[in-house]
């Protein structure tokens, strides 16, 4: 069992920036992570798979977020530039300890941590 922790999150002003951080206590190939408002779905943001550390975002999040792993402290980060209100929820980093195709769907993770509150006033 992998335990991930995530850290980061905080009350931001609109414009400004966030890094996420997600530890993992063990292997993991396939990083994920998600974020859910109040009364939405989890929603995917970016993955991060494999040895190449190929990254993958949803179409919404492109050029404004950055997903990346540090092999070596276990560790995968999300920097979040130009944040808006819009992107206030709770964050989620997921893994799992195999290649997942479809790396969008929370059903492809096998373990989650316990969620970062990210806030964004206007």
């Known amino acids: 069992q992998v335990q991930l922790v995530e850290s980061g999150g905080g009350l931001v002003q609109a414009g400004g920036s966030l890094r996420l951080s997600c530890v993992a206590s063990?292997?993991?190939?396939?990083l994920g992570w998600f974020r859910q408002a109040p009364g939405k779905e989890r929603e995917f943001i970016a993955a991060?798979?494999?040895?190449?550390?190929?990254?993958y975002y949803a179409d919404s999040m492109k050029g404004r977020f950055t997903i990346s792993r540090d092999n070596a402290k276990n560790t995968m980060y999300l920097q979040m530039n130009s944040l808006t209100p819009e992107d206030t929820a709770v964050y989620y980093c997921?893994?799992?300890?195999?290649?997942?195709?479809?790396?969008?769907?929370?059903?492809?993770?096998?373990?989650w941590g316990q969620g970062t509150q990210v806030t964004v006033s206007s």
């Open positions: 063990g292997r993991t190939v396939t």
């Open positions: 991060i798979r494999g040895l190449l550390a190929n990254t």
């Open positions: 997921a893994g799992s300890s195999y290649v997942r195709g479809n790396y969008y769907s929370p059903a492809s993770y096998d373990y």
